[in-house]
């Protein structure tokens, strides 16, 4: 069984600058979900994809989308960047039930926003 | 509005020295409660999954609970590998799929 994969591991952009984030879901899941973590906090939900389709979003502005693919593969771009958007992206993925959902995570893209 | 508020942030242990973190919540339409290790720099690692009150889970030295209102991660004598951050997520429904809300997190230092 192959785990949720990320790359690139770590970036360094300058502001107004746009960035890709690479997912690869763990096999057999076919939802993801991103996270923005800023240091010393929790993961903060930026929004979910199920069958190719954003279906929850969190509070961050529209320069931040993304895409899943049909091999439940995921995107993250972000355009425009901002200083404070140097955090720890992280992708989860999990089996959608109409229950609980346990989401797996990855390693991570540390992203510096100079 | 939904939230997760984890106690303390952080707590300081003696190898063996038992002790409780804590995390209470006030959400709508509960589906699920998580406990995440996360260690400096890398992903959270799946720890459990609490679904009703009442609920126990065990896994080695951690035992998680759940109440109406919180849920507490029991660690009994733990050692320095123990070490790390402690996250706790609630999930709720959306229209169309859920979301999950994270606590802070709790630090926990074990010394030898």
Do not use: M
Request: hydrophobic share 30%; aromatic share 12%; charged share 20%.
């Amino acid at each position: 069984e192959t785990g949720v994969t990320q790359s690139p591991t770590h970036l360094i952009k300058t502001r107004g600058q746009q960035v890709t984030l690479r997912c690869s879901s763990q096999s057999g899941h076919n939802t993801v979900s991103w996270y923005q973590q800023a240091l010393g906090q929790g993961p903060q939900f930026i929004f979910q994809y199920y069958r190719e389709e954003e279906n929850g979003r969190g509070n961050f502005p529209p320069r931040f989308s993304g895409l899943q693919f049909p091999n439940y593969s995921s995107e993250l771009n972000v355009n425009a960047l901002e200083l404070d958007d140097s955090a720890l992206y992280l992708c989860a993925s999990s089996l959608f039930r109409q229950g609980y959902n346990e989401q797996f995570f990855g390693p991570g893209t540390r992203l510096t926003v100079l | 509005e939904d939230q997760v508020t984890q106690s303390p942030e952080a707590l300081r242990l003696q190898e063996g020295e038992s002790s409780s973190l804590n995390c209470s919540y006030t959400v709508s339409g509960l589906r699920g409660l998580f406990w995440y290790r996360q260690d400096p720099g890398k992903g959270p690692e799946f720890l459990f999954t609490l679904y009703s009150a009442g609920e126990e889970k065990e896994k080695e030295r951690l035992k998680a609970t759940l109440t109406k209102k919180e849920s507490f991660l029991h660690i009994t004598a733990p050692k320095p590998e123990d070490s790390a951050t402690y996250l706790c997520a609630v999930q709720v429904g959306v229209t169309g799929g859920f979301k999950t809300i994270f606590g802070a997190g709790t630090r926990l230092f074990v010394k030898a």
